[in-house]
């Protein structure tokens, strides 16, 4: 009886994943995103840089920013990866802009040499973040996707995507902003304006980053689990042409970082120890 419960299971997960790879095959990109005011005709807001491939276009130029640069730490863990398996990718670090004028509209530290500083990042494939800053979704990083439900991923085989085919960013942040990172086990089920909610529920509560986090990992798998729910997976499938309903259970890994400045003064650019920390 164990066997037949099991495959029974077995049988009733797979026509599950079934029906949402179902679209595996080429088509458009459905990844419904959100254009906040002031963006530019890019699709990015202005003063923020975005730069690489999107789907079906050329790899992206590798920048050379030294170590901490997301791009060159993506390209080498891949070049050091040897295990089975694929994955998406998304890499942020952040660091001082040097070139920059003072954050003083931002509230910090407005004395003379005041450092700004600015989220870097690479992503590849369906995987991202967004940033929030006063309540307001500020950037969503764009999913890459060879067709609906089919991302960019990396593997140690010959059938990987390549890294330098990452979308890379450079976003100005202020203090108090808000990053929140993500698999597509998030975003496939909460609502760009859901998980804004949510995290500034969690900040009025006074919930550190790891809890918000857990709260919206928890909160994904609660929403992915709903069969008649319209969700932002169920609506991409929809606009690809696929009759689908409901939410997507997938892995999902969320993390959350606050930013807060410190007041790194440029003189400390030679001696490389900026006060920053997400």
Request: charged fraction near 25%; hydrophobic fraction near 40%.
């Amino acid at each position: 009886m164990g066997h037949v419960r099991q495959a029974a299971e077995e049988a009733r997960a797979q026509r599950g994943a079934e029906a949402c790879r179902q679209a595996t095959t080429a088509g458009e990109e459905a990844k419904q995103q959100v254009r906040p005011a002031g963006e530019a005709a890019d699709g990015a807001p202005r003063g923020f840089t975005v730069s690489g491939g999107t789907a079906r276009t050329a790899p992206a130029r590798v920048r050379s920013l030294g170590a901490s640069d997301p791009l060159s730490l993506l390209i080498l863990a891949h070049r050091r990866t040897r295990v089975l398996g694929s994955s998406t990718a998304c890499v942020l670090a952040l660091e001082p802009d040097f070139g920059a004028p003072s954050p003083t509209d931002a509230g910090d530290d407005d004395s003379t040499g005041t450092l700004a500083y600015k989220l870097t990042a690479a992503n590849l494939g369906d995987s991202g973040f967004v940033v929030v800053r006063d309540g307001k979704l500020i950037f969503k990083s764009p999913a890459q996707q060879h067709g609906f439900n089919f991302p960019f991923q990396l593997a140690a085989t010959a059938h990987s995507d390549a890294p330098e085919q990452a979308q890379t960013f450079d976003l100005p942040v202020r203090r108090g902003d808000a990053v929140v990172m993500g698999t597509d086990g998030l975003f496939d089920n909460m609502f760009d304006e859901e998980i804004v909610a949510t995290l500034a529920k969690g900040r009025a509560e006074g919930l550190p980053p790891d809890a918000i986090a857990m709260r919206l990992a928890r909160r994904a798998h609660a929403l992915a689990a709903d069969g008649h729910r319209m969700s932002p997976f169920a609506q991409q499938a929809q606009a690809a042409g696929y009759s689908y309903r409901g939410g997507k259970m997938d892995d999902c890994t969320v993390i959350v970082s606050l930013v807060e400045l410190g007041g790194a003064k440029k003189d400390q650019q030679d001696a490389g120890l900026p006060r920053a920390k997400l």
